[in-house]
Each structure stands twice: as C-alpha cells, then as structure tokens.
C-alpha cells in the first residue's frame, strides 16, 4: 500500500512540474509573438499579447523565487509600447503632480519612460515661456525622483541616464530664462527639415577633377608631361 501511494504522489508531482513548464512554454511563445509584434509595428497586438503575459506573471509574483522582477518588465514594455505611439498622456496624466512617485519604487525602466513621458508631454502643450518653465520644473522633478531610486537600489544604468537627462533639463531651463532658446513651434507648424533649393546649372561647370600625380612629376614639378605606364601582359 506503502507503494502504491508513493508511486501516486511522485505522479502527481510530475504532472505538477509538468504542467508548470507547459505554462512556461506558452508564456515563453507569447512573449516571442509580442516581440515579434514590436518589430512589425504591430503595437496593438503586441499591446494585447503584453497584456496577457502580465495576467500569469502577477499571479507567479507571489511566489517567493519569481519575485516582482518579471512583472516589472512586462510592465516597462507595455508603457514603452505606449510611449513609440506617443501616448504620453496616458503614461504621464496631466492632474497628476508627479506621476513617478505612483510607479513602483523597484521597476526604474518604467520610471524613465513616465520621466520621459512627463517631458514629451509637457513639450507638446508648451506654448509660451511660463509654460515650458513649469514643463522643465516638472521633468526635473520627475528625473529626481529616478535619481534618487536609482541611488538607493544601487542600479547605475537608469541612474546615468536620469542623471544626464536631469542635467540637461537644467541647463535648458537656464538657456530659457536667459532668452537664448526659443520656444517650440506649434504642432502643426513643425517641418520636417529645411526645403531644397533649386539645382545650380553653373555647378557642373565649376566642378573640378584632381587627378593624383606621378611620383617623378611631384619629383621634377612637371605634371602630365610623362609618358603613360607601360602595360603588363
């Protein structure tokens, strides 16, 4: 009898490691079709397959060896997806005075792009000068909220990044204040580079060709008076 419930014990745990690995594959194959998505621009699927993925992954988060980890990149790349459609908004809502502090403390990918989100956004709606300083003064404040995570987890790459993002935020609020930056244009003003000018029909006649000199004429400072090299063959 001892037997028998051994032998149903060790089946039933291998059909318990059986069928987390099943879900593995299909959480695996999930996040390939997603990346997949990604790179055909597919943002809506690849939003909807995020999605999914981020549905089993809250559930394995409580488990002590998985950990937020997982999680938290699921979420990084549902708001990056947000973000290559320019829904700054929708990362980064207006009411909200810093919408940093609302991410985790522990998930600093999704902390630069609401940071970036809160620029871009800004950006957009800055019309004159009070208006791109509150925009600088919030960015800045949204850089220093990363900072400041970044420091005390010890991660270094988001740091660097929100460090020079911050710096530069600085020093574009001075050029502002000083009068040396000018304000965006608005969006439907912006172009798309400058326009070409017309082509230049004396152009053709003032191009020149060099053509390299022999080493005996640079020696004797006669050029095109040798005679052409022998060919071999």
């Known amino acids: 009898m001892k037997g028998i419930a051994g032998w149903v014990v060790g089946a039933l ?3 318990i490691l059986g069928g987390i ?3 593995a594959s299909r959480l695996d194959r999930q996040m390939a079709g997603a990346q997949h998505e990604l790179l055909t621009s597919d943002y809506d699927a690849a939003d909807a397959s995020l999605q999914v993925v981020e549905r089993y992954y809250r559930y394995a988060s409580r488990l002590p060896w998985v950990g937020e980890g997982p999680l938290n990149g699921v979420r990084a790349r549902r708001a990056a997806v947000k973000y290559w459609q320019r829904q700054y908004g929708a990362l980064a809502p ?14 600093l990918p999704l902390q630069m792009i609401v940071a970036d989100s809160v620029y871009r956004d800004g950006q957009t709606r800055a019309k004159d000068r009070a208006a791109m300083l509150r925009m600088l003064d ?11 995570n970044a420091w005390r987890s010890g991660e270094t790459s988001d740091g660097e990044a929100a460090a020079y993002n911050y ?3 600085v020093r574009l609020r001075g050029e502002v204040v000083k009068g040396r930056r000018a304000l965006p244009p608005a969006a439907d003003q912006r172009t798309f580079g400058a326009e070409g000018k017309p082509e230049d029909a004396n152009f053709e006649n003032e191009f020149k060709r060099y053509i390299p000199l022999e080493k005996q004429e640079r020696d004797e400072g006669n050029p095109g008076k040798e005679p052409p090299p022998p060919r071999k063959g």
Not at 94 to 107: F, G, H, I, L, Q
């Open 13 to 15: 745990v291998l059909a």
């Open 21 to 23: 690995c099943l879900a």
């Open 94 to 107: 207006a009411d909200r005075t810093d919408p940093v502090a609302d991410v985790e403390a522990d998930n």
């Open 138 to 148: 919030a960015s800045m404040a949204a850089y220093r909220t990363v900072l400041g």
């Open 167 to 169: 710096e530069y935020m």
